[in-house]
């Protein structure tokens, strides 16, 4: 059974920093593109960043680029998000998620597998 567990949200202040982590298990998604999303209350579910099965091609939306990072670590089946420079409106739920393809791409339906979720709030 595939399996995704977000964590490392929290609570921090506004300029603060926060890295969350995405454990895979129940295959390997060496191959497959992987992603961050989040939601924010009465919002749809936003693309955030995406990473490539090589972690050679990333993707970010507008609103985090130049502070978001994502990475991965293949032999360890993780993908992580470090978030410095947070805002407010970065207070949302975050989730992983993983696409069975190789193209890095950003719309929710294209991917296959999803977390529970961590909360991240970004007080003022």
């Known amino acids: 059974q595939v399996r995704l567990v977000e964590s490392g949200g929290g609570l921090v202040q506004a300029g603060g920093s926060l890295r969350l982590s995405c454990a895979a298990s129940?295959?390997?998604?060496?191959?497959?593109?992987m992603g961050w999303f989040r939601q924010a209350p009465g919002k749809e579910r936003d693309f955030v960043a995406a990473?490539?099965?090589?972690?050679?091609?990333?993707a970010y939306a507008d609103s985090v680029k130049g502070r978001f990072t994502i990475s991965r670590d293949n032999a360890k089946n993780t993908v992580s998000l470090q978030m410095n420079s947070l805002k407010p409106e970065d207070t949302a739920v975050y989730y992983c998620?993983?696409?069975?393809?190789?193209?890095?791409?950003?719309?929710?339906?294209?991917?296959?597998?999803w977390g529970q979720g961590t909360q991240v709030t970004v007080s003022s």
């Open positions: 998620a993983v696409s069975q393809t190789i193209l890095v791409i950003t719309t929710p339906r294209s991917y296959d597998y």
């Open positions: 129940g295959r390997t998604f060496s191959s497959y593109v």
């Open positions: 990473i490539s099965w090589s972690g050679g091609r990333t």
